[in-house]
Nanobody, 122 residues
């Protein structure tokens, strides 16, 4: 059983920065993609940033030029550096990975973290 464990959320003033981290626990056979989604109050879950193996990166339109995603496919670890934060960035941020667990017949499945709260005050 593979779980994604997030850390790094919190409360910050507008214009500030936060760094989110996510690491997989358990035995991972292979990872196709990993990244971050978020869900704000009353909103649907939306893409923040995604890395597809080996290094294709996609950002949500609202975070381009402010957020930077990085990661290591060998360890299924992904980071999100968030700069110039705005109140509208307030949301629960979820780590995501499309991976196959060792012993799970090498089937690739979507995995989600439990979510970490980011709150940006004006």
């Amino acid at each position: 059983q593979v779980q994604l464990v997030e850390s790094g959320g919190g409360l910050v003033q507008a214009g500030g920065s936060l760094r989110l981290s996510c690491a997989a626990s358990g035995s991972v056979f292979s990872t196709n993609a990993m990244g971050w989604y978020r869900q704000g109050p009353g909103n649907e879950r939306e893409l923040v940033a995604l890395i597809t193996f080996p290094a294709k990166i996609k950002y949500g339109d609202s975070v381009k030029d402010r957020f930077t995603i990085s990661g290591d496919f060998a360890t299924t670890t992904v980071y999100l550096q968030m700069n110039s934060l705005k109140p509208e960035d307030t949301a629960v941020y979820y780590c995501y990975a499309d991976l196959a667990a060792t012993g799970d017949f090498e089937q690739f499945k979507d995995h989600w973290g439990q979510g970490t709260q980011v709150a940006v005050s004006s």
